[in-house]
């Protein structure tokens, strides 16, 4: 029933929304159809959560409802501007676009809601934080909804897209552990849309404008034309890295031999030096976390060559499978939205100008495309200013078609700069009460100067996407009519400028770090800073840092090389022709003129130039975080480049299977069969592995349902507290990626504390934690009731639960409690409102 409520209430969401998309997206050949249920789950949320955060709505459906009434208005006034009629000719033209949408979403949402049910379990790794978040904003009565492990405060952290879930959740009456498995099948369904949307709309970019500049509403398409864009959700939800065919290769024992000791060895694998993949053959073919490394084929060495341990590396498909609900998931959708809404506002070609500054953007396109924006940093933080720059670029960009000639290098900087911050300050101001309590651990850019990415990583992971548009680039630059040698000459300039940029800049962050120590007397803190950083590398000085830097960078020099002539042959493309390249008959006063390129390309440019950039840019500067390497940085921004890249290799290899001469298109034909089917090996092992080749003990969607069988006890305690009063609740305090904050968790009920480490995360510090830990400890531990009551009274706690996790971790000889846990003091001074098993819940009466 679940499934089917949610199905309802996303459909009803972009039905009311499309009149909008349909207003404000006329050159595009769907209309915003594919992607108007994200649009209107945004919208819906956007509305919700800001009247929630003013004061002026509850917390409940009720709220809910009304912003739903709001939304439909919307959709009303838009389906009026438009008019029903041309609404209508426009599904009757469209059908088979409609009908194939749909289907995929249907698809996309009941299969891999029938994946998690086949493994729905909510354990391990980051999920019990993000079940934590959706049950606390489910108990929240009001907005912004409060922290559920740290008591007193409200959640810090990029929350947005659990704002999103629960909200389903709570209108359609379903559970944190239903909801936790649907929403992540939801993000999957949308994200297929979204990108089928996308790669549709850049196929059919042209024939939509008649001569007088109007839109044409029907534009009949022959039945094939909806089957070819199936190969962008292809691409982004299912193609992987090379992982599969690394752990096949380990499995089979190929080149590994056995020396006289009688040891596996391999040089090749050694030299790979990949974790586990670099190991000897398991005995098992494949244990049950055997798909986890392919998540981690980046690797990073110190000064010493020790491994720094793991460079988070996600691509779509792992992250789905792995299950976690983090926000880089949750923001896929508006992702496609944010890139969808970047290619309307390219191809668009109205006049419409804002009052100020004097953008040519019509309001409402505006006013949309900042919610989007703004909604992207609330959602998922590090990927907004990269779409905030792409909306720039696609500005310029049509400024510069549209008005050929006018334009100097100069110029169109300062429309980039201008659209841009105008853009990202709105997006900011859209949002500002989610800035008013948030804070962060990412700190400042910090130089990359020995972690240099081997272009055999970077090929195990991009391979899939990087063979068709390395190959694509170099198609379209072929086959230019005019100054291809000056392109080509322009765009190696312009990478080479690019790399040195950022060496030098990574070299200045650098000389700065170096230079603290010495003002020590006066900042203490900075020097210590400055040291510590050199310590994380193991190097003995900045001189022999630097060095090994350098020497890294001329022996490994893969990665730069790829990405110097993906950049290269894509800004080749895109470099302007120059005046005399249009003959002697025509003049213009700029030799700034765009190539002939056709709309849909030169986006495609666009998103690969992007994405080049994501990738190119932690080879020098990554930010600093409380981890002090490059975990973070490459995770986000090469999660970021697999969903531009994504698109553009599936434009590629719909371009490239019939553009390519006869010869060369047997060549790329057979060999993208044979990459593709290499990158399947993954999700087809993975998927298998993951849910005990589809035979589970239960099938549910409910992630808590394990419980019930095996912690029977716990399981009631927190399905009591899940309907008892809102107060806080006292539990054991232990370590991240643990059971521990368990009650909280499943309950939605805050507790003083959970984990701490992530706590720290989330507040860029450990100053609000304060003696939280020690004095749950005290609480537990001492004898006394008064002091006792003066812990109880210090973080209005309400419930104190003692169970398995309290006897455990607050035993008798224990660091945190020598003397064990006393209850005589909870047995005797307060009620007990719940007990089944070996789990007690007191609670602290309110008059006491």
């Known amino acids: 029933m679940a499934l089917y409520l949610w199905y309802f209430i996303i459909t009803l969401l972009g039905l009311l929304t499309f009149p909008l998309a349909y207003r404000l997206l006329p050159a595009l050949a769907d209309r915003g159809y594919a992607l108007s249920r994200a649009l209107g789950w945004l919208l819906w949320g956007y509305i919700f959560w800001l009247l929630g955060s003013l004061g002026v709505l509850q917390n409940n459906v009720g709220g809910e409802l009304f912003v739903l009434l709001i939304l439909a208005a919307v959709g009303f006034w838009s389906l009026r501007r ?18 194939t949408v749909e289907l995929l979403f249907l698809a996309a949402f ?36 409060f922290d559920p492990w740290l008591s007193g405060y409200a959640i810090s952290y990029y929350y947005f897209g659990y704002v999103l879930v629960a909200m389903l959740a709570k209108l359609a009456g379903t559970t944190g552990g239903v909801a936790f498995n649907l929403g992540g099948s939801l993000v999957f369904a949308l994200s297929a849309v979204g990108s089928y949307g996308l790669l549709y709309n850049l196929l059919h970019d042209r024939g939509l404008q008649t001569a007088d500049g109007r839109y044409q509403t029907v534009v009949r398409r022959p039945p094939s034309a909806v089957f070819r864009p199936l190969l962008a959700p292809f691409f982004l939800l299912i193609v992987s890295n090379l992982g599969g065919l690394l752990h096949l290769l380990r499995l089979g024992g190929i080149f590994w031999r056995t020396d006289t000791s009688g040891a596996l060895t391999s040089p090749l694998w050694a030299w790979l030096d990949m974790g586990s993949f670099s190991d000897p053959p398991p005995a098992e073919p494949f244990p049950h976390w055997w798909w986890w490394q392919a998540s981690r084929v980046i690797q990073d060495f110190d000064f010493n060559w020790v491994n720094k341990g793991d460079i988070i ?58 919610v989007i924006l703004g909604g992207i940093v609330f959602l998922n933080t590090w990927d907004a200013p990269f779409y905030v720059a792409l909306f720039a670029g696609a500005y310029v960009l049509r400024r510069w078609r549209l008005d050929v000639g006018r334009w100097t290098l100069v110029s169109l900087s300062r429309d980039f700069v201008v659209a841009g911050l105008t853009l990202g300050i709105s997006g900011i101001l859209l949002y500002l009460p989610f800035y008013l309590g948030f804070s962060s651990q990412a700190g400042g850019p910090l130089p990359n100067v020995i972690y240099v990415t081997r272009g055999i990583y970077l090929w195990i992971m991009f391979a899939p996407l990087l063979t068709p548009i390395l190959i694509f680039v170099i198609y379209l630059w072929r086959g230019q009519a005019e100054a291809k040698r000056e392109g080509l000459k322009r765009g190696l300039q312009i990478t080479l400028g690019l790399v040195l940029i950022l060496w030098l800049v990574s070299l200045a962050i650098s000389g700065i770090i170096a230079s603290l120590p010495l003002f020590s007397s006066i900042a203490p803190e900075a020097a210590a800073s400055a040291r510590a950083f050199l310590g994380s590398l193991a190097a003995p000085g900045w001189g022999a840092l630097l060095e090994e830097g350098f020497i890294r960078r001329l022996t490994a020099p893969g990665a730069l090389l ?87 290799a599936a434009y590629a290899v719909v371009v490239l299977w019939t553009g390519l001469s006869s010869a060369w298109r047997v060549v790329f034909r057979g060999g993208m069969i044979v990459l593709l089917g290499l990158s399947l090996i993954y999700p087809v092992l993975g998927l298998w592995t993951k849910t005990d080749g589809f035979d589970p003990p239960r099938w549910t969607l409910d992630g808590t349902a394990y419980l019930h069988s095996s912690s029977p006890d716990e399981a009631a305690a927190m399905a009591w507290l899940r309907e008892a009063p809102l107060g806080v609740a006292a539990e054991a305090v232990g370590g991240s990626y643990t059971t521990f904050a368990r009650m909280a968790t499943h309950s939605g009920q805050p507790t003083v504390l ?12 450990s100053e609000l934690l304060g003696t939280r830990k020690a004095d749950i400890a005290r609480l537990y531990c001492i004898p006394n009731w008064d002091e006792a009551r003066q812990v109880l009274d210090l973080y209005d706690i309400r419930y104190v639960v003692v169970g ?5 971790e607050y035993a008798a000889g224990s660091s945190s409690c020598p003397a064990g846990l006393s209850e005589t003091k909870f047995i005797f001074n307060l009620p007990v409102v719940f007990q089944q098993g070996d789990v007690t819940i007191y609670e602290v009466s309110l008059q006491d």
Do not use: C
């Open 82 to 99: 438009v008019g029903w009629a041309e609404i209508k000719a426009w599904f009757g033209a469209q059908r088979r676009l409609v009908l």
């Open 804 to 808: 398995v996790r309290e006897r455990s």
């Open 313 to 370: 590396d996600e691509f779509p498909f792992f992250s789905y499978l792995l299950a976690d609900l983090h926000p880089h998931v949750l923001a896929m959708p508006f992702a496609f939205l944010a890139m969808t809404m970047a290619f309307g506002l390219f191809l668009d070609r109205g006049d419409e100008k804002l009052p100020w500054p004097r953008l040519t953007l019509s309001p409402a396109f505006f006013l949309v495309s900042a």
């Open 562 to 648: 790829t990405l110097a002539a993906l950049l290269t042959f894509t800004l080749a493309n895109l470099w302007p022709r120059r005046q005399e390249d249009f003959g002697d008959g025509e003049i213009s006063p700029s030799p700034l003129l765009p190539r002939s390129l056709p709309s849909s390309q030169t986006y495609a440019l666009l998103l690969t130039l992007t994405a080049g950039l994501l990738v190119l840019v932690p080879e020098f500067i990554y930010l600093r975080d409380l981890f002090g390497y490059r975990i973070n940085t490459i995770f986000k921004f090469y999660f970021l480049a697999w969903l531009m890249w994504g698109i553009v």
């Open 110 to 145: 009941a299969g891999w809601s029938a994946v998690r049910a086949a493994n729905p379990d909510i354990v391990g790794t980051e999920k019990p934080m993000e079940l934590a978040f959706i049950n606390a904003i489910l108990r929240s009565p009001a907005l912004p909804p």
């Open 754 to 765: 959970g984990w701490e480490f992530h706590e720290v995360q989330w507040r860029g510090g």
